[in-house]
C-alpha cells in the first residue's frame, strides 16, 4: 500500500512543481531571447521586444523566481538525503545559467570601449550577442557616464547571484544552515536549517522527557517503600 501524503508534503511537492514550471518558462524564455521574428519564437509578444535587455530581464527575473523558489522549499524536507540532493541539483543549475551573465558583465566593459561590428567578435561574443547587449544599453542609458555605472552595478548584481545560490547551497549541505533572520544579535545571517532546528529541539525533548521519568521513578520509590512500611505497621498493630 502506498503511504498517504501528509498535508506538509502535499505543499512541497506542490511548490515544488510550480518552481519547475516557472523554471521551464524562463528557459523557454531565453531560448526566444535571440529570436528576431515573433512568427518562429514560443511567444509572440516576447519576441516582438526589440531591446535585448528587456528581454534578458524577463528572462532573469523569472529564472530568478523559479530558482528562489525551489531552493526555499528543497531545505524544507527532513529528509537529509533528499534535501541535500534538492539544494545540490538546483544550485548547480543556477551556478551554470549564471556563468553566462557574469561573463557577459566582465565582457561589455573592453566592448564598450571599443565596439566592433558583429563579423569581428570572437565566437563566444558572438554567441552571446555582445553587439546587440551593447546596442541595448546604449538605447537605454546612452553611451555616457550613466552606461558605465550602470555597467558596474550589474557586474556586481551578477557577481551576487552567482555567489549567492553557492553560499547558501554549501552552508546547507556541510552545515546544516543557511541566512536568514536571527532571533539574538544582528538581525540577517547564518542561522541553523529551520527543519534541523526542530528536529533538534524535538530529539532533545524526548532526551529530557526520558531522564525527568527516570528521575520521577527514583524519587518516587522511596515515597512508595515509606507508605509500604507504614501500612505493615498498621497492620501489625
Known amino acids: 500500500m502506498k503511504r498517504q501524503l501528509k498535508k506538509n508534503e502535499k505543499v512541497q511537492a506542490g511548490l515544488l512543481s510550480l ?83 557574469v561573463y557577459v558583465f566582465i565582457a561589455i566593459f573592453p566592448y564598450a570601449a571599443d565596439p566592433v561590428p558583429f563579423e569581428e567578435l570572437n565566437a563566444l561574443d558572438a554567441i552571446m550577442r555582445m553587439d546587440r547587449i551593447y546596442e541595448g544599453f546604449v538605447d537605454w542609458f546612452g553611451n555616457g557616464g550613466l552606461m558605465w555605472a550602470v555597467y558596474t552595478v550589474m557586474l556586481v548584481l ?18 546544516e544552515q543557511t541566512l536568514g533572520f536571527k532571533k539574538e544579535g544582528f538581525p ?32 518516587a520509590a522511596p515515597a512508595e517503600d515509606a507508605a509500604l512500611a507504614a501500612a505493615e505497621e498498621e497492620a501489625a498493630g
Open 19 to 101: 518552481a519547475c514550471v516557472i523554471i521551464v518558462l524562463g528557459i523557454l524564455f531565453l531560448v526566444n531571447a535571440m529570436q528576431e521574428d515573433p512568427a518562429n519564437g514560443f511567444f509572440p509578444a516576447f519576441c516582438e521586444i526589440d531591446n535585448l535587455i528587456g528581454k534578458y530581464i524577463i528572462v532573469i527575473l523569472t529564472m530568478a523566481c523559479g530558482i528562489m523558489l525551489f531552493s526555499n522549499v528543497g531545505i524544507t524536507f527532513e529528509d537529509k538525503k533528499l534535501r541535500n540532493g534538492l539544494t545540490i541539483g538546483i544550485t548547480v543549475f543556477s551556478t551554470i545559467l549564471t556563468v553566462p551573465l
Open 188 to 219: 540577517f545571517g547564518v542561522i541553523t536549517l529551520p527543519v534541523v532546528a526542530k528536529q533538534r529541539a524535538a530529539a532533545a525533548a524526548c532526551e529530557n522527557g526520558e531522564d525527568v521519568s527516570a528521575e520521577e521513578n527514583a524519587e
Open 158 to 175: 551578477s557577481l551576487v547571484f552567482i555567489t549567492f545560490p553557492l553560499l547558501t547551497g554549501i552552508l546547507a549541505v556541510k552545515n
